[in-house]
């Protein structure tokens, strides 16, 4: 598995490796959440600077320790899934990456530390679907179909729920994503995009794909997940 991530790697790229991996073995951090596949995402994410992937990996292991994601149980986030607004697809994209869908129409819950408590427990166990040793996938691809979303989707509530789950997601996920089609966004979608949109990346910007149309544009999420693996309304 170490062989596998580190080809290709060029020798700066892999010194960089080196000095990150000292710097965990050192501080005695949490050797079974520290892969090699995890320091490479960090370094990844930092332009492989190593003081700033440290600084972001010492950020995530304080996260989780608080946090606690793997502890979620199903009784804290069973009103949530009971919606249907959020799941992990049976089946995968094209590029065998897990597929979370989500239905923002359908969030008619209230509780805002349980709307990202279940977000934190889905991508949780999407990542736990993937055998990045067997075909290299480490990356989720987001399905987010926004039919029947409402004015609230702009609203104050939910603009929280957005940065709370984008600043997780950022700093203690990161180059998990490997694309995210929004299907069909509103109109009010534009209000909500000029809040998002500034605090996001470049690199995951170039990830989101929107798909103007459901029926009209179907083409393009079939490019990214083949028809057979789409739900019918899809």
Known sequence: DTSDCLAGLTEEQLQCFEQLRKKVTEDASNDEFCTDRCLLRYLRARQW????????????????????????????????????KMYISPYQDKSQRPIVVMRPGLDTTKDRVAKVKYLVWIVENAIKTMKPEENGVEKITLLIDFTGVGMSLAGVDNTKVSLEVLNILQNHYPERLGKALMVSPPWIFSAFWKVIKPLLDPVTQEKLVFVKDKKKDAAVVKDCIAEENLEQDF
Do not use: F, H
Not at 55 to 77: C, D, F, S, V
């Open 49 to 84: 600077n190593v003081e700033q992937a440290w600084t972001m990996l010492q950020g995530t292991l304080q996260w989780r320790k608080e946090y606690q994601p793997e502890a979620i149980t199903i009784e804290e986030i069973e009103e949530e899934a009971a919606t249907g």
